[in-house]
C-alpha cells in the first residue's frame, strides 16, 4: 500500500521532480565554467605579463615592415627619365631595364611636364622593380609589368574610367571673350581652339564689340567624381558680331578628316590666318614709319601685335619650317614655308614650343612659340610678316581663298549631320532651363 502511494506521489510530481534535477545541473554546470574561467583569465594575465613575451612581440612588430612599397612621382622641369629613376633607390641593372622599355615605347620618347609616375618596388627581394606605370596624357596610362620568367618587362596600354558629356554654353561677351568664357566654366583649351576657328575671319581686338555674344557646344571627360579631367572637340559654334551670325559645324567630310564648315557648307579654312595670336592689339602696321630703337625712317615690313609675355603664338597655316633660330634683330624667330607661293615670319619670341625645329612639319593654328621682347624691341610683342612670291605684303589687308566648299552628294551628307547638331543644340538648351 505504501509503495503504490510513493509511486502515485512521484507519478504525479515527476514534472516538479525532474525540473528540479535540471536546474541542480544547470547551477553545477555554471559553478565550473566560472571556476575555469577565472583561471583562464589568471593564466593569460600571467602570460601577458611574460617579461620574454613583450620582448619578442616588441621586436616583431617595430621590425614589421610591407613587403611591397609604391613611390609616386610628378615629373618636373629639367627632369629626365635617367634623373627620375636615379632618386628611386633600385639596382643599377633594374635602371637599366627601366630605360630599355621606355626606349620601346614611341609613346614615351618625349618626357614631359608634369607626368604622373608609379614604381612598385620589392623590399624583401633586393630592392626589385615589379612594376611602374607612366601617364601618357590624361586618359591613358602604360603599366609596365616584370615577367618572372625572363625578368624582362611587358607593357600594356590602360584608359582610364573616364565619360564623356556633351555640354553647352552661351554668354554675352561684356570685356573680353576669354575672361567671358572662364567665367562661365569653359576651359581655357576649348577658348583657344574656339578662337582658332574664328582666327580666319575676326580679329578678337577689333571685331568684338560690346554685347556680341557665342554659343558653343563641346565635350568633356569626367571621372567617377565628376571631375573634369579632359576636354575633347568642339562640334559647335557661333559668334554674334552685331546681330550677324556666324555658325560652325564640325562635319567629317572624309573616312577620319574633320573640319570646320558654315551653315553653306564652306569650310573656314583659309590659306593663312588673319591674325597668328589671341588677345593682342596692333600696335605697329605695315608701312614707313620711325624705328623705335634705330631712330630713323625705314619701312616697316610686318605688323606688330603687342601681348603679355608668354601669350601663345600660333602657326597662320599648315607648312615647314625652314627657321627656328635667333635672328639678329628680330631675336627668336620663326620662319615658315606654307606653299609655293606663301610664307610667314614671326619674330621677338621669348623661346620656341616644344619640336619646333628646322624641318618640323606644323599645323594651322599649332603653337609655335610665345611671346617676349628678344633683339631690337622695346616690349613684348610679336613682329609678323608674310611674304608672297618673295615680296613682304601687308599680312591685314591680305585676301586669301575659302577652304573645301561640299556640294552634291557632301552637302546632303553636311545638311543631315546640320540638323542633327542643331536637334542636339535645342535639347541642350531645354535641359538647362
Known amino acids: 500500500m505504501l509503495n503504490k502511494l510513493v509511486k502515485k506521489i512521484f507519478k504525479d510530481f515527476s514534472y516538479f521532480i525532474w525540473l528540479f534535477v535540471l536546474v541542480l545541473v544547470c547551477l553545477l554546470s555554471f559553478s565550473i565554467y566560472s571556476n575555469n574561467k577565472k583561471q583562464q583569465k589568471y593564466l593569460i594575465s600571467n602570460s601577458l605579463d611574460n617579461i620574454y613575451l613583450i620582448k619578442t612581440v616588441k621586436e616583431l612588430t617595430t621590425n614589421l615592415k ?89 607593357h ?16 554675352v561677351i561684356s570685356n573680353s571673350l576669354y575672361t567671358s568664357a572662364v567665367d562661365i566654366g569653359i576651359k581655357p583649351n576649348i577658348i583657344i581652339e574656339f ?91 605695315f608701312g614707313k614709319r620711325k624705328h623705335p630703337i634705330l631712330g630713323y625712317n625705314k619701312l616697316h615690313t610686318g605688323t606688330d601685335f603687342a601681348a603679355p609675355m608668354g601669350t601663345p603664338i600660333m602657326a597662320s597655316g599648315d607648312g615647314i619650317v625652314t627657321r627656328a633660330r635667333w635672328c639678329g634683330g628680330g631675336g627668336n624667330c620663326v620662319k615658315i614655308k606654307h606653299n609655293s607661293t606663301y610664307q610667314t615670319v614671326y619674330a621677338h619670341m621669348s623661346k620656341f614650343a616644344k619640336g619646333i625645329k628646322k624641318g618640323a612639319r606644323v599645323k594651322q593654328g599649332q603653337i609655335i612659340g610665345y611671346v617676349g621682347s628678344t633683339g631690337l624691341s ?48 535645342s535639347e541642350l538648351i531645354y535641359n538647362l532651363n
Do not use: C
Open 66 to 154: 610591407p613587403r611591397y612599397v609604391n613611390i609616386n612621382y610628378i615629373s618636373k622641369q629639367g627632369d629626365t627619365y635617367e634623373s627620375i629613376i636615379s632618386n628611386i633607390g633600385i639596382t643599377s641593372v633594374d635602371k637599366k631595364t627601366f630605360l630599355k622599355s621606355i626606349k620601346q615605347k614611341k609613346d614615351l620618347k618625349i618626357l614631359g611636364i608634369n607626368q604622373k609616375f608609379q614604381f612598385k618596388i620589392d623590399k624583401l627581394n633586393s630592392n626589385k622593380l615589379i612594376e611602374f606605370k607612366i601617364e601618357t596624357d590624361k586618359k591613358n596610362q602604360i603599366l609596365f609589368t616584370r615577367n618572372a620568367e625572363d625578368q624582362k618587362f611587358t
Open 156 to 171: 600594356k596600354t590602360l584608359k582610364k574610367n573616364l565619360r564623356k558629356e556633351i555640354n553647352y554654353k552661351e554668354s
Open 195 to 285: 578662337a582658332r576657328l574664328y582666327g580666319f575671319q575676326v580679329d578678337f581686338q577689333r571685331d568684338i564689340w560690346k554685347d556680341d555674344s557665342f554659343q558653343i557646344i563641346f565635350e568633356e571627360f569626367v571621372d567617377n567624381n565628376g571631375n573634369v579631367i579632359d576636354t575633347g572637340n568642339i562640334i559647335f559654334a557661333n559668334l554674334n558680331l552685331r546681330d550677324t551670325d556666324l555658325q560652325l559645324y564640325r562635319y567629317e567630310y572624309e573616312k577620319n578628316k574633320y573640319d570646320f564648315f558654315d551653315e553653306n557648307g564652306k569650310s573656314i579654312k583659309k590659306t593663312l590666318m588673319k591674325t597668328p595670336i589671341n588677345g593682342a592689339r596692333l600696335s605697329s602696321p
Open 378 to 425: 622695346t616690349g613684348p610683342h610679336l613682329h609678323y610678316e608674310v611674304i608672297e612670291n618673295g615680296k613682304k605684303i601687308n599680312s591685314q589687308k591680305l585676301k586669301l581663298p575659302s577652304g573645301k566648299i561640299l556640294k552634291g552628294k557632301e552637302r546632303k551628307n553636311f545638311e543631315v549631320s546640320k540638323i542633327k547638331i542643331d536637334v542636339l543644340k
